[in-house]
């Protein structure tokens, strides 16, 4: 699969939903009319409402700006294979690159409802055509011009440094991805300036139908804090990793 090959139009506004259940059941409904056939049909009605609801509480597919995110068959972000020459890998034990946590943090990287007024997402300042980073000296944020370049992202995974930001301010990929959701500058849920705080953004999320179905695979439950959030580090680190 090639990079970003589901989630495209970075300039354009991420709006996930779940498809209606004629969109997300097609296949179902398909089994459904070979399965059921030849039942009452009131029983077949039963069975295929059940069968319905299951598949769209499953959100069997998410729409992704122009691409769907197909939750029945997650890309193999877990196992990709790595050359032999390949011998550093700074994910850590605690955080292991899990399919269904990195389709959460891919998602999570392209939402620009990540931002204070859903303009700018991580994909805004980190574009794959240039190896995730910006053609320009410094990004463009909520709130005006941020003070360094973006630093780019292949390779993150097995990367010497251990460290990010330019000033080298993140120990670990998991403490930098939420430092620009928390700037003033570049996302605005600082809690300061008058902009909104951290746990409005968590709010804002949790009322995302798309983020509990998201949440509740990656996790065993819907409820989002930081930590959760920081999950776009499993997916820089499986994603984008070029070997």
Same mark, same amino acid.
């Given at each position: 699969?090639?990079?970003?090959?589901?989630?495209?139009?970075?300039?354009?506004?991420?709006?996930?939903?779940?498809?209606?259940?004629?969109?997300?059941?097609?296949?179902?409904?398909?089994?459904?009319?070979?399965?059921?056939?030849?039942?009452?049909?009131?029983?077949?009605?039963?069975?295929? =409402?059940? !069968?319905? &609801?299951?598949?769209?509480?499953? #959100?069997? $597919? %998410?729409?992704? @700006?122009?691409?769907?995110?197909?939750?029945?068959?997650?890309?193999?972000?877990?196992?990709?294979?790595?050359?032999?020459?390949?011998?550093?890998?700074?994910?850590?034990?605690?955080?292991?690159?899990?399919?269904?946590?990195?389709?959460?943090?891919?998602?999570?990287?392209?939402?620009?409802?990540?931002?204070?007024?859903?303009?700018?997402?991580?994909?805004?300042?980190?574009?794959?055509?240039?190896?995730?980073?910006?053609?320009?000296?410094?990004?463009?944020?909520?709130?005006?011009?941020?003070?360094?370049?973006?630093?780019?992202?292949?390779?993150?995974?097995?990367? =010497?440094? !251990?460290? &990010?930001?330019?000033?080298?301010? #993140?120990? $670990? %990929?998991?403490? @930098?991805?939420?430092?620009?959701?928390?700037?003033?500058?570049?996302?605005?849920?600082?809690?300061?300036?008058?902009?909104?705080?951290?746990?409005?953004?968590?709010?804002?999320?949790?009322?995302?139908?798309?983020?509990?179905?998201?949440?509740?695979?990656?996790?065993?439950?819907?409820?989002?804090?930081?930590?959760?959030?920081?999950?776009?580090?499993?997916?820089?680190?499986?994603?984008?990793?070029?070997?």
């Amino acid at each position: 699969m090639p990079l970003d090959s589901e989630l495209t139009n970075e300039g354009s506004p991420q709006r996930l939903r779940k498809p209606g259940v004629s969109r997300v059941c097609t296949s179902c409904r398909r089994a459904g009319r070979l399965t059921f056939r030849g039942l009452l049909p009131r029983m077949k009605f039963l069975l295929f =409402a059940i !069968a319905t &609801f299951v598949a769209a509480q499953s #959100a069997a $597919s %998410l729409k992704a @700006q122009s691409g769907v995110v197909d939750l029945t068959t997650l890309a193999n972000y877990a196992n990709q294979p790595i050359p032999p020459y390949i011998t550093r890998n700074n994910t850590p034990p605690n955080n292991p690159i899990t399919n269904a946590g990195a389709t959460l943090g891919r998602v999570l990287f392209y939402d620009k409802r990540l931002s204070r007024d859903d303009t700018v997402s991580c994909s805004s300042c980190h574009h794959q055509a240039t190896a995730f980073s910006d053609t320009a000296t410094a990004s463009t944020g909520v709130n005006g011009t941020t003070g360094r370049h973006a630093m780019r992202l292949i390779g993150s995974r097995f990367a =010497a440094e !251990a460290k &990010f930001f330019w000033d080298e301010r #993140a120990i $670990s %990929l998991e403490n @930098q991805t939420t430092t620009p959701v928390r700037d003033h500058i570049e996302m605005g849920f600082s809690g300061t300036s008058g902009d909104p705080a951290f746990t409005d953004l968590v709010t804002k999320l949790g009322a995302v139908p798309e983020y509990r179905v998201l949440f509740s695979m990656t996790f065993g439950s819907v409820a989002i804090d930081e930590t959760r959030n920081s999950e776009s580090a499993r997916a820089i680190r499986a994603q984008y990793s070029v070997v």
